[in-house]
């Protein structure tokens, strides 16, 4: 079998292990956005966070976080969580107290 093509799939072989290792994201390897919007939303207000570093369950446990600090409602899902509501700098001052890298996106 040439070297450039991967197996994706084999019956003779059980498990396939990945040629990248496991990488273990850390809080401060990326920064966090946060911006308020209302675009979309009928006029109301809500505050969005993206660039989440970890993957889903960090990106829903994050969110439930926020929204019991803040006792307000949202989703965390497609990589964004979206607090209803203009909570920016509640949500930067506890995003930094957590020890992630935060900036204020937007106007």
Do not use: C
Request: aromatic fraction near 4%; avoid cysteine.
């Amino acid at each position: 079998m040439p070297k450039e093509t991967r197996l994706v799939y084999s019956t003779e072989s059980g498990r396939i292990r990945s040629d990248s290792p496991a990488t273990e994201i850390r809080p401060d390897d990326s920064v966090i956005r946060v911006r308020r919007e209302t675009k979309g939303r009928g006029g109301k207000e809500a505050t969005v966070i993206w660039d989440v570093p970890g993957g889903e369950s960090e990106l829903k446990n994050l969110g439930k976080a926020i929204k019991q600090r803040l006792g307000t409602g949202g989703s965390a899902k497609d990589g964004q969580i979206v607090i209803q509501g203009d909570h920016v700098s509640a949500i930067i001052a506890f995003l930094q107290d957590k020890g992630y890298a935060v900036k204020k996106a937007g106007g």
